[in-house]
Structures are given as C-alpha cells and as structure tokens.
C-alpha cells in the first residue's frame, strides 16, 4: 500500500477548501490546512492518537467542539484512512459513526423518538434482527472499504460528496465489519472534547502493518431500496448553526 500518494493529496484537499472539514495525519503532513473560523466544531480535529500493539489498537479524536450525540445534524463520522490503492484512492478505513434512524450495528440501541422510517443493514445480514430495536444515534464504529463515486451511482447527485462512497460489497463481504464489538466513547465534560474507541483487532485493518492514519471528519448521505441501504456516499461534514 502507498502512503499519501498525491492523488490523495488532492482529494482531501479537495475536501477542505470546499466544505470546511478539518483533516489531520500522524505524521503532520496534513494539518491545520483549513482557513480558520470563529467557532470551532465537532469537525475540527485538533489533535489525535493511535496506539498500536501487536494484536490491538485503540485510537483518539480530539476535537475542536461539542460532539453531537443526539443525531441533530444528521449522519456524521470521523475516519482513519489506514490503506490506499495503488494510484492513492483511500481504500480501508476505520469509521467512528453517529446516524439516528439508521441500522448498522449493535450498539445502537432503539432511538426513544419514533422514526417514521428506520433503514439499514443489520436486518439483511443477521437472522432474527430488527432494525427498529438499533437505530439512535449512539456513536459506534465500523470497518468500510471505499470507492471512487461512478456517473452511474446516486451519489454522483449528491452536491456535497468528496468522491468517495462505501463499496458496500467489499464491506459486508466481512460481517464484523460492519459491527465491531467496540464501545465508542465521546467525552464532552472538558475543554477539549473527545471520542476514542479501544481494543480493535488489528487483523480487522485490511492493511495490519499501516504505521500512519489519515484523519478525516465527514458526512454521509445514504440512499435505500426498501429498508436496504444501497450507496452510502460520504460528503463534506455538515456544521452547527453558528452562535
């Protein structure tokens, strides 16, 4: 695998100028490169950690805001990017996640405001399952292959994607996935809040011997068949009203 080939450069890049995300790498060489604002927000990444061991790892986000926990700005993530193809598309990457009315891993628990319409994965993939009993917004994690957005898919409409979308085959191919038994936790009780997640397998990162992470915050903008999700594209991070 290649390490920030240039081609990845630009897309990130991309993605700073034209919505604001705050993207950082372990080993600085993205950093910072976004025009300041008054307020900082939960897609800010201000600083960051990855301990590695020989079986696990456990990451942490700090960010330059709130968190949100309650899904008031929709589906949103942060990702370490960890693998990249051979002309330097992000290819594997551990997602941290927040989606009210979405299904896609047991650690949502049901959402106590009614969804009009709960959509997701876990029905499709797991026997006995309903998604109504795992959609708020509790933070969870996932392991998602990515992919180039073709003309032909539905995020090629969206206006706020990056140029990425979930390869949704490569990714279910594995079911632990897309529910990694791993609690994610957002601190927000301090100055500088927190989501970190500890005890990944490290054979679950497609490219084990990674020695750096590409950090990025975004947004997701999924299309459905039904209650299946089918493209989940990934998309400049939506913000908070300014105060």
């Known amino acids: 695998m290649k390490m920030f080939h240039p081609n990845l450069m630009a897309t990130i890049l991309t993605l700073l100028m034209a919505g ?16 300041p604002r008054a307020q900082k927000t939960w897609a800010d990444i201000t600083d960051f950690t990855i301990t590695k061991t020989p079986k696990k790892v456990d990451v942490t986000i700090t960010a330059g805001g709130i968190i949100p926990i309650d899904g008031s700005l929709g589906a949103i993530g942060y990702g370490i990017i960890t693998g990249f193809t051979d002309d330097g598309q992000p290819e594997n990457v551990l997602a941290l996640t927040s989606h ?5 891993s047991f650690e949502q628990k049901a959402a106590e405001e009614r969804c ?5 994965l876990l029905a499709a993939l797991f026997e006995g399952i309903i998604n109504e009993e795992h ?3 509790t933070w969870h ?4 292959d990515l992919k180039p957005i073709t003309e032909s898919s539905d995020c090629a409409n969206v206006s706020e994607n990056i140029g990425l979308e979930v ?6 191919a594995t079911k632990n996935n897309v529910s990694p038994d791993n609690d994610v936790r957002v601190n927000n009780n301090r100055t500088e809040p927190t989501i970190s997640v500890s005890n990944l397998n490290l054979s679950d990162f497609h490219n084990t011997d990674f020695k750096k992470g590409v950090f990025v915050s975004f947004g997701i903008r999924g299309f459905a068949s039904g209650e299946t999700v089918t493209h989940l594209c990934l ?4 913000l908070p009203p300014s105060k």
């Open 135 to 137: 959609n708020d917004a």
């Open 235 to 238: 998309t400049t991070p939506p």
């Open 116 to 120: 009009d319409n709960t959509v997701g």
């Open 20 to 35: 604001g995300a705050q993207a950082a790498s372990s080993n600085t060489l993205i950093q910072n490169m976004i025009d």
């Open 141 to 144: 994690a996932h392991f998602l």
């Open 100 to 104: 009210l009315c979405v299904a896609d």
């Open 167 to 172: 390869d949704l085959e490569r990714t279910l």
